[in-house]
Structure formats: structure tokens, C-alpha cells
């Protein structure tokens, strides 16, 4: 759209010249310069830059951690990291949780790079790294349930760039082995570090957020394994002053009990959802309604046959960046609720394919999706443990035929079997692998515990 206050600022970036500059407004800018190079200077001999310096030649030293599907490839460790978790989410293929997050994107890529990191005779094990994980999983879990907010399907921040950045920093000091202080601060500046907007969802940006997380937990680890301090109450809830709670409208933080006998993991309590194709998590539920009314119009009609519906009806729960009528790109065909449920009655199935360009305009599909009317039922709440999923196509001759979902195949209260897990894995690891390392992987985190370097996987 023309006539708004995002492409006003952008025409302002765009025409702006030196002769637009006031005497006054370049006498006034000029001070404001010359002070701060001053201030710069006299902060160089300040201890936090030197901190901050000594982190940053990190990156002028050898590249050695492994970066996905890239045989010999090696970066510095937080780029690694970096570069991994938007490997992750670059699909939104990667798992969740609940309240909502992509909890293994944003912690594994930092302690992937982190393990090849340390010194040889420093390696963590198999188990150390096991822990770590859970470490950080139990993070972003425990911080999700300080706020009814989180529970539902996000709108102002993105959840694993929020607990995410957390949760890496908690897995990394934990493999890191930082003191109980080195931790405290490691979350603080973690928290410093947090945060990105919802409006980035469906585009290219989004997988940043988890790429960011993973890579800024790392760093917020060594920065304070460095010696950096921070907010020592940055996860309290303190009038006047936001730390955490600056992400949640409603924020009731509670302490952390001891692990061990009074302690069970969150992990223990839930699964985890595992998708069956690379989409937004909202999408498997109108998927698999609109597979189980696929089936009911082929017993119908005897074959799917688009020219006889009138209507198809999504009844699905209110969440704007999901709700795309006419998805033009593929980051935004993963978020659309619309798309996936026409695809899905088009092909019997959501696969890679299914968000390549030819599909995604293809003429057949978009006359389904002129069909598309939406319905918002007040029992649908945007929440991933109480939504449901429905698709109705009204037929020209009168009749309607219905397929609901309450819980797709994957979700944490229906987990996907070791064998559809082990075949999505496979499926995965074939586009960039032989089968020998496909399987190595799979034998290597299977006995992960017995492993006595984990910088091996």
C-alpha cells in the first residue's frame, strides 16, 4: 500500500539529501558527533569493553564448528550457531511446544558449535550434552508458563526469539560448566539480547529469529564466562523496572525448585509436537480435516472433482498472520491456514513440494482457494492444546461434507511412532547425505549417552 507510515519513512530514507540539512540541524548534529567519538575513546579503558573485545577475536580465530549439510565447511562458533538454527527454521519444519515455541532450534545449534569449540581434552560427553539440552529446554518451558499469554498462539513476540535466547544461553553455561553466577548473569544478558516481532512471520526473516536465539544464547554464555555481569533479578518481576516481563503483558514468575526429588522435568509432563510437513504448526490440523473430507467426497463422487464443490468452509481459530487468503510467496503459503487446506484436498497430501513456486501458482489451486470462506467459532481459541480444525465443502447439489481434526498425527497428545519419526529423518538427511552417515547419525544419537566426545555428531 501506498499510503502508509512504513513507505512514508521509506521515501523519507529514499530522498533525503544534504541539502536538506539545516545551518542549525548541521552545527547541532556535528556537536553531537565530536562528543561521542569523545565518549568512545574514554570507554575504551573501561573492563566491559575489554570483555567485549576479547569476545569478539573470537571470530579471528580458527573456524571450527560444522555447519549443516556443508561437508569441510567450519565457521566460528556463534556464527555456526547462527547459521545452524535458521537451517532449522528455514522450513518451519522444526518441532513445538506448548505454550508455543520451537524449543530444539533454538538450543542445539549452540551446543553443536559449543562442543566442537572446547579444547580436546575438554569435550563434553554424550551425557553432558544430553543434560545441557534439557537444561535448556526446561528454560524455555518454566519462563513460557509465567504468562497466560504464552499459552496462546503468539501475536507481539516470537517465542524462541524470547525464551529461545534463553534457553541456548542456560544449555551453554550448563556445557560450559559456569558458575552459579556466571549463570545468573548469562541470562541476564541473554535478556538484553531477546526479542523479535511477530509481524516477520512469514517472510524470509523469520528463521533469523531462531538463528539469532541459538547464536545469542551462546554468546550471552561466553560473555559472561568472560566475566560480563548483568540484572541479577532479570527474571523477577520488579515494579517500575521490566527485565523479563517486558515480553508478557502478564507476567507471575515463580521459583525454579532444586533438581532432584522435588524437581520433574516439564519434558517429563508433555511430548512434543513433531510436524509431518514443513508448515506452521496451525496447518496440521486443517490439513488432516481437509484429508478426512478428501476421503468422504472420493466415497461421494468417486474421485475429488473441484468442479462440483460451491464452497469450501474453514472453521479455524482467530490468529491474523495465519490467515492468508492468497499466499503469494512460500514463507507465506507455510502460514496459510487456506493454502494448506487446499492443497491438501488438491493432492491428498503436504509435502517439500507442496510450497515450490509452480505449486504454489498453479490455476487449479487457486480456483479452490476463490472458493475459501473462513468461520471463526468461539469455541476454536487460538491455543495449540484446544484448537481444532474444520473443513466443510459445500456442494452445488445441496449436500455438505465435513472433516474435523481435535489432534493431528504428531501433535504432543498423538506423538509420532519411532518409525514415522525415523522415516521423516531420513527423508530429511537424504537431500544432503548418503545413507551410511544418515544412519550413523541415527546410531549415534541413540546411544548418545555412551558417547565419550560429543563434538562427534
Not at 498462539?153 to 541456548?168: A, D, E, Y
Not at 541476564?188 to 517472510?203: H, K, R, W
Not at 515494579?239 to 532432584?260: D, E, H, R
Not at 487446499?342 to 513456486?357: K, N, P, Q, Y
Request: glycine share 6%; aromatic share 8%.
Amino acid at each position: 500500500p501506498e499510503d502508509t507510515v512504513t513507505s512514508s519513512f521509506a521515501s523519507f530514507i529514499h530522498a533525503a539529501r544534504p541539502e536538506h540539512l539545516s545551518q542549525t540541524v548541521r552545527q547541532r548534529s556535528k556537536r553531537m558527533i565530536l562528543d561521542s567519538i569523545g565518549v568512545g575513546l574514554v570507554g575504551s579503558t573501561t573492563r566491559v569493553f575489554d570483555i567485549a573485545l576479547r569476545y569478539c577475536r573470537l571470530y579471528s580465530s580458527v573456524a571450527v564448528s560444522s555447519v549443516y549439510g556443508k561437508p569441510g565447511v567450519k565457521l566460528s562458533p556463534t556464527l555456526a550457531a547462527f547459521t545452524n538454527g535458521v537451517a532449522t527454521h528455514s522450513m518451519d519444519f522444526d518441532d513445538t511446544w506448548h505454550p508455543a515455541t520451537h524449543p530444539s532450534g533454538a538450543v542445539l545449534p549452540a551446543l553443536l558449535a559449543a562442543s566442537q569449540m572446547l579444547a580436546a581434552n575438554t569435550k563434553p560427553t554424550g551425557l553432558d550434552f544430553l543434560l545441557a539440552f534439557n537444561v535448556g529446554l526446561e528454560v524455555q518451558g518454566r519462563l513460557m508458563h509465567f504468562s497466560t499469554e504464552a499459552h496462546d498462539i503468539p501475536k507481539r513476540f516470537h517465542p524462541p526469539s524470547v525464551v529461545g535466547t534463553l534457553g541456548s544461553a542456560a544449555a551453554t553455561a550448563k556445557l560450559l560448566s559456569l558458575s552459579s553466577a556466571q549463570c545468573c548473569h548469562a541470562l541476564g544478558i541473554a535478556a538484553s539480547l531477546a526479542g523479535a516481532p511477530m509481524a516477520n512471520a512469514a517472510t524470509q526473516a523469520k528463521p533469523l529469529h531462531v538463528g539469532n536465539a541459538t547464536r545469542l544464547g551462546l554468546e550471552a554464555a561466553l560473555l559472561a564466562a568472560r566475566g560480563m555481569e548483568a540484572n541479577p533479578l532479570i527474571l523477577d518481576d520488579i515494579p517500575g523496572c521490566s527485565g523479563f516481563s517486558a515480553f508478557y503483558s502478564v507476567y507471575q514468575p515463580k521459583p525454579l525448585s532444586t533438581p532432584g526429588q522435588h524437581h520433574e522435568f516439564l519434558l517429563e509432563k508433555q511430548d512434543i509436537a513433531f510436524k509431518r510437513f514443513p508448515a506452521h504448526l496451525g496447518m496440521h490440523w486443517v490439513v488432516d480435516a481437509a484429508l478426512s473430507v478428501r476421503n468422504l467426497f472420493i466415497n461421494y463422487a468417486g474421485a475429488f472433482s473441484p468442479s462440483l464443490i460451491r464452497t469450501i468452509m474453514l472453521k479455524i481459530p482467530v490468529s491474523k498472520y495465519i490467515n492468508r487468503p492468497f499466499p503469494s510467496s512460500e514463507h507465506q503459503a507455510r502460514h496459510s491456514f487456506q493454502f494448506n487446506a487446499c492443497a491438501a484436498l488438491l493432492d491428498g497430501e503436504v509435502g517439500l513440494g507442496s510450497f515450490s513456486e509452480s505449486s504454489i501458482h498453479r490455476q487449479e489451486l487457486r480456483e479452490l482457494l476463490d472458493k475459501v470462506v473462513v468461520e471463526h467459532p468461539e469455541d476454536n481459541v487460538a491455543n495449540f492444546d484446544k484448537m481444532y480444525g474444520e473443513v466443510a465443502l459445500l456442494l452445488h447439489s445441496g449436500d455438505v461434507l465435513t472433516g474435523k481434526c481435535d489432534t493431528f498425527y504428531g501433535h504432543w497428545r498423538k506423538p509420532l511412532s519411532k518409525e514415522s519419526l525415523l522415516k521423516k529423518f531420513r527423508s530429511n538427511a537424504s537431500h544432503v547425505l548418503p545413507e551410511e552417515k544418515i544412519e550413523a547419525i541415527i546410531t549415534l544419537v541413540d546411544n548418545l549417552e555412551t558417547l565419550s566426545d560429543s563434538s562427534q555428531l
